[in-house]
């Protein structure tokens, strides 16, 4: 499978495209414990801005490759790798806390 199915990417999930690259699509889930879950899709390399959450972050790379960057450490992950990011270190995907507004 080489892409999320229809029924995960519902506009009504879409994150707001202002808070991401133009060729990354995002959607997110709300847990009931203020948590989110949520996939990113990518067109091109992208490269996000730096940044840092104020909570742990746990992401696993679907298909591709995804680069890390704590710090000066660069670490390359492939299908399958998966990492977690303890609150305080820089980048993105599930999150452990409300991260993204919905668009519309």
């Given amino acids: 499978m080489d892409h999320?199915?229809?029924f995960m990417k519902?506009?009504?999930n879409a994150i707001d495209p202002r808070s991401q690259s133009k060729?990354?699509?995002g959607y997110v889930f709300d847990g009931a414990?203020?948590?989110q879950m949520a996939f990113w899709e990518c067109s091109t390399d992208v490269v996000s801005t730096e940044h840092v959450h104020p909570y742990d972050e746990y992401f696993?790379?679907?298909q591709g490759e995804y680069t890390l960057i704590l710090g000066s450490e660069r670490i390359k992950l492939a299908a399958g790798?998966?990492?977690h990011i303890p609150a305080g270190a820089r980048?993105?995907?599930a999150f452990g806390g409300k991260r993204?507004?919905?668009a519309g």
Avoid: C, L, M
């Fill in 60 to 62: 696993v790379v679907v």
């Fill in 100 to 102: 993204a507004e919905r």
């Fill in 4 to 6: 999320f199915p229809d």
């Fill in 10 to 12: 519902n506009s009504a």
């Fill in 33 to 35: 414990d203020g948590s």
């Fill in 81 to 83: 790798q998966e990492y």
């Fill in 91 to 93: 980048t993105i995907h």
């Fill in 23 to 25: 060729s990354v699509k």
